[in-house]
């Protein structure tokens, strides 16, 4: 199972940018799906989560400005970002719980995590 995201770059204060995670591979099923940011030395911080109903929970600090969404068809999840800060500069993670087939008949749910989209805005 491997995760790809795309989307990040550089955008001035006020602008949008929109993040996308395709996961790929043995794939049967994926429960949660999420995004975490992280700056140099700071922890990962969970930013906004959905669940396989499409539950969402977007953090305190981006709730008026940040949407979380899913296509299960292709198997990504997006972060629509609006009304950029410059603190919202961070490195963004995906994070998906994948069902995978353990074989034997069984099931396996793992956390796979994308490798990470840098987002820079600029004052």
């Known amino acids: 199972v491997q995760l790809v995201e795309s989307g990040g770059g550089l955008v001035q204060a006020g602008g949008s940018l929109r993040l996308a995670c395709a996961a790929s591979g043995s794939i049967l099923s994926i429960n949660t799906m999420s995004w975490y940011r992280q700056a140099p030395g700071n922890q990962r911080e969970l930013v906004a989560e959905?669940?396989?109903?499409?539950?969402?929970n977007i953090a305190d600090s981006v709730k008026e400005r940040f949407t979380i969404s899913r296509d299960n068809a292709k198997n990504t999840v997006y972060l629509q970002m609006n009304s950029l800060k410059p603190e919202d500069t961070d490195v963004y993670y995906c994070?998906?719980?994948?069902?995978?087939?353990?074989?034997?008949?069984?099931?396996?749910?793992?956390?796979?995590w994308g490798k990470g989209t840098l987002v820079t805005v600029s004052s």
């Open positions: 994070d998906e719980k994948i069902v995978v087939d353990a074989g034997w008949g069984a099931l396996r749910a793992t956390d796979y």
């Open positions: 959905i669940t396989s109903g499409s539950s969402s």
